[in-house]
């Protein structure tokens, strides 16, 4: 079956630092892959998508590039804000359906 | 610019009670869901409608039932509540049910069984 596998948080970093959060997948057939941003006592947000191998997201400073070949769509940014503190989910979406398989979420918290 | 709205937005039940949590999208989209989310455990499917008249089961279905009401509106229901079902409820819309398609979600009904 799909699955998705992120890193653990929270991850605490100070502003203007660089971001990484890890996200790989298992999966059959050619699945699109999604960031999602969850802000305190929100819904999800689409953050950023990939369709297809090679394919870079990006989105207001975050990227994310679809590697097929390591199976991975990690989340970076450059100078990360106290904003941007939030919980960051990955997702790969496959089939019919449109039926998403998330990861755990990966808490992200900036300070000055 | 309502986008998805869910109702409500907090509630607690007893066990063994029911309720019906509400979903409306004002977006024209065609395919719904419903997730619940739990501490270390992300989002699971719970039940989704790709299209108006048309329902399928998620991960999760047991112990919930859904209605595709309308285009805009999909309702999940517990029908005998149970401290399990304890959770955050979100429910979403896409355009399409292809993968592509990013989902749009509402804000979440924060459920609690006692």
């Known amino acids: 079956g799909n699955s998705v596998t992120q890193m653990e948080g929270p991850v605490t970093l100070s502003e203007e630092a660089f971001l990484t959060i890890n996200c790989t997948y298992t999966?059959?057939?050619?699945?699109?892959l999604f960031w999602y941003v969850q802000y305190p006592g929100e819904g999800l947000q689409l953050l950023l998508k990939?369709?297809?191998?090679?394919d870079k997201g990006s989105n207001k400073g975050f990227e994310a590039t679809y590697r097929k070949e390591t199976t991975s769509f990690h989340l970076e940014k450059g100078s990360v804000q106290v904003s941007d503190s939030a919980v960051y989910f990955c997702?790969?979406?496959?089939?019919?359906?449109?039926?998403?398989?998330f990861g755990t979420g990966t808490q992200l918290k900036v300070e000055l | 610019n309502a986008g998805v709205t869910q109702t409500p937005k907090f509630q607690v039940l007893k066990t063994g009670q029911s309720m019906t949590l509400q979903c409306a999208q004002d977006?024209?989209?065609?395919?719904m869901y419903w997730y619940r989310q739990d501490p270390g455990m992300g989002l699971r499917l719970i039940y989704y409608s790709a299209s108006e008249g048309t329902t399928d089961k998620g991960e999760v279905p047991n112990g919930y039932n859904v209605s595709r009401l309308n285009k805009r509106e999909f309702s999940l229901r517990l029908e005998s509540a149970a401290p399990s079902q304890t959770s955050v409820y979100f429910c979403a819309s896409s355009d399409r049910d292809y993968s592509n398609q990013p989902q749009h979600f509402g804000d979440g009904t924060r459920l609690s069984i006692l």
């Open positions: 997702a790969l979406g496959t089939g019919g359906g449109n039926k998403l398989t």
């Open positions: 977006m024209n989209h065609n395919s």
């Open positions: 999966a059959t057939g050619y699945p699109s």
């Open positions: 990939a369709t297809k191998a090679d």
